[in-house]
C-alpha cells in the first residue's frame, strides 16, 4: 500500500498537536486545557487510522478483483480486525 501525503500530513499534524501538549505540560497549564489537548489528539489519531484502514481496504479489492481472486470476507474480516486492534 501507498501512504499518501494527505495521510502524512494528517500524522504531522498530530505530531504537532502532541508537541504543544508537552509545552502546555511545561508551562503547568490548566488540566482541563491539556486532558482537551489530548483527546483532541486522540480523535485525530483515530480519524487518520479510519483513513489509512478504509483505503487499504479499497487497495485490496482492488487489487483481488483485478487478480480475479475475490474472497470479500476474508477482506472485510482482516480489516474489522485492524479497525478492533486500533481501539
Not at 497549564?29 to 481496504?57: E, H, P, Y
Amino acid at each position: 500500500m501507498e501512504y499518501t501525503q494527505e495521510m502524512k500530513n494528517r500524522l504531522r499534524r498530530i505530531e504537532g498537536q502532541i508537541r504543544g501538549v508537552l509545552r502546555m505540560l511545561e508551562e503547568k497549564q490548566d488540566c482541563k486545557d491539556v486532558v482537551t489537548q489530548l483527546s483532541a489528539s486522540r480523535a485525530a489519531i483515530d480519524r487518520a487510522i479510519g483513513v489509512i484502514v478504509g483505503t487499504n481496504l479499497e487497495h485490496c479489492l482492488r487489487e483481488q478483483m483485478e487478480n480475479g481472486d475475490y474472497s470479500d470476507r476474508d477482506l472485510v474480516k482482516e480489516a474489522v480486525q485492524l479497525l478492533v486492534k486500533s481501539r
